[in-house]
């Protein structure tokens, strides 16, 4: 998905992303506290209840500013592998050509 540059623009999407959400969990959070323990006010149902809160809000907000949730990994060599790299491709090259 494709998120706009703009940070006023990913702001707008942020908060509207957070109330939606929170209209969205209310009878979420209390369905959850209600099936797990048997009432609302146990702390087992409050915990998960918020758990669900808030653990889906900030994964958005870091991806809305800062793309992908678990980030790429880096595979970054020496300069001199890099060399070693060009020159083995070079005589690949060369190697083709001959044919």
Do not use: C
Not at 33 to 57: D, N, Q, W
Request: hydrophobic share 50%.
């Amino acid at each position: 998905m494709k998120l706009p540059q703009n940070k006023a623009a990913r702001l707008a999407i942020n908060v509207g992303f957070v109330v939606v959400w929170i209209f969205l969990w209310l009878p979420i959070g209390n369905a959850i506290a209600y099936e797990v323990v048997g009432h609302v006010g146990s702390s087992l149902g409050r915990i998960l209840a918020l758990l669900t809160l808030f653990v889906p809000m900030v994964l958005a907000t870091r991806y809305i500013w800062w793309g992908r949730i678990r980030p790429r990994p880096r595979i970054t060599g020496s300069r001199e592998q890099e060399r070693a790299g060009k020159k083995w491709d070079a005589v690949v090259e060369e190697l083709m050509s001959r044919k």
